[in-house]
């Protein structure tokens, strides 16, 4: 039996427990979701649609308060970016019922030969899995919900097991703003009942945000039932800087990028690869400016950063650090953890060639490293399993363009951090996963591309 418990990782309280749904209700739920997709999926229009989901994101915006809360006391989320999740949340619903229309619209074929015409019609797929993680519960259902209802397709979506009242927020939004019973449906399952759901010829996609383990499961069941999988899995971003006029703001943009979410985004710069001639100053400066922020509770005013998620996420963080020193990395600041909130850390120069330099580090942890030159900066970037997002500075266009062309990853932000975008296709290669979500790219990742051709 998997438990769905509220746990504040700030004081360790068990705020609220919710019960795992049955399997009969299970079952209920995906004949729900099969039916309005067949009928209101199919028989609704595309603007209609829209307008479902621009009143969600509309009703974010109105509950902010209560879903920023709630934010706060599942995961340990500053405030201040609680806020920011609700409110970029709603932009992207609202993005996608705007560009909804034009994006499912017929795309006319020019024939070669014969007469008549031929278009290809972005039709629903059917029933849609969701699994989402903890870090971003609004969000992450946003980018994967919000498309997929303009699309027509129904949604079963599983939130992590520490984030139900929020899942049942999203749940109550959806109602309120018109979408059909049926069209949105929060289950609280377990793993074995997400196998059932994976296997139930009615489900025709899944989409999955979260580990490396989960994403791999979940892909080989999908392909044992041969079913469309979209995975956005760990990353372990770079952020090279090769060249710049101004150390202090890049520095400062490292701070904001690996303390955003209390270190815990996947596509957060996580690995800074820095040229020798700025390598010492940025250090320092790097050193100097995570060592003034301090882990406090995440309700009160300015606070920069909370706990991570929960004491074994702590717990988990602590030891990779010591692996991290004993395998040869220099600790120059932190290190420590009271319960659950973890200090700002940064460890220089981990050996390429230990177990620990191929791994994720999710929390508070700013890892540096020395780069001859422009090769060794993008061979050090480049020896990861990972390839989600990455990070480049530098003052050169040219270097620019090569550089990028060079990285892999998903994502490259150059000179910035931070600046995701509802319209900005998100997702990655290698081992943090495949298909895109938000986007022009993320608003067919999950539709029938049928062709009509008509004499």
């Not at 067949?38 to 989901?53: D, F, K, L, Q, Y």
């Not at 929020?166 to 018109?178: E, F, K, V």
């Not at 019973?181 to 999955?208: C, K, N, W, Y």
């Amino acid at each position: 039996m998997s438990t769905y418990a509220v746990t504040n990782p700030a004081t360790g309280e068990v705020v609220d427990t919710y019960p795992q749904i049955t399997d009969a209700e299970l079952a209920d739920a995906i004949a729900r979701a099969n039916s309005v997709t067949r009928g209101w999926g199919r028989t609704s229009s595309v603007e209609e649609r829209a307008a479902i989901v621009s009143r969600i994101g509309d009703l974010h915006e109105e509950r902010r308060d209560e879903l920023a809360h709630a934010l706060v006391e599942e995961m340990g989320k500053p405030l201040a970016q609680a806020y920011g999740e609700v409110d970029f949340a709603a932009d992207i619903y609202r993005y996608h019922a705007e560009i909804a229309p034009a994006e499912l619209a017929d795309t006319p074929i020019e024939l070669r030969a014969g007469t008549g015409s031929a278009v290809i019609r972005n039709a629903p797929l059917g029933v849609i899995l969701g699994v989402m993680p903890w870090n971003f519960p609004f969000y992450q259902v946003a980018r994967f919900a919000g498309p997929n209802l303009a699309i027509g397709n129904s949604v079963l979506l599983k939130p992590a097991s520490q984030c139900p009242h929020t899942g049942r927020l999203i749940q109550q939004i959806y109602t309120d703003a018109g979408a059909p019973e049926g069209a949105f449906e929060m289950i609280f399952a377990d793993s074995a009942q997400i196998a059932t759901v994976i296997a139930d010829p009615r489900v025709q996609g899944v989409s999955l945000t979260g580990s490396e383990r989960a994403g791999i499961a979940v892909a080989e069941q999908a392909a044992r039932h041969l079913k469309k999988v979209v995975l956005e899995l760990g990353g372990a971003d770079p952020f090279i800087v090769l060249s710049t006029d101004d150390l202090a703001a890049v520095v400062t943009d490292l701070v904001n990028g690996r303390l955003d979410n209390n270190g815990q985004s996947c596509n957060a710069p996580k690995r800074a690869i820095v040229a020798s001639g700025l390598y010492q100053e940025f250090t320092e400066k790097l050193v100097a400016a995570l060592g003034v922020v301090q882990a406090t509770d995440p309700l009160s005013d300015g606070a920069e950063l909370g706990p991570v998620s929960s004491l074994a996420a702590a717990e988990n963080l602590e030891a990779q650090v010591k692996r991290a020193v004993a395998a040869g990395g220099q600790l120059l600041l932190g290190g420590t953890r009271e319960g659950a909130f973890f200090a700002p850390t940064v460890i220089a120069g981990i050996p390429r060639d230990s177990d620990v330099f191929q791994e994720e580090m999710f929390g508070p942890v700013a890892l540096v490293y020395e780069a001859a030159d422009e090769d060794e900066a993008v061979a050090i970037a480049n020896d990861t399993p990972f390839g989600l997002g990455s990070y480049l500075y530098s003052t050169d266009p040219e270097q620019i363009q090569r550089v990028a062309n060079q990285i892999d990853a998903g994502m490259v932000f150059v000179n910035c951090v931070l600046a995701d975008g509802a319209e900005l296709p998100f997702g990655g290669v290698k081992r943090s996963g495949f298909g895109r979500e938000m986007g022009t790219l993320g608003a067919t990742e999950f539709v029938n591309k049928k062709l009509i051709r008509i004499v």
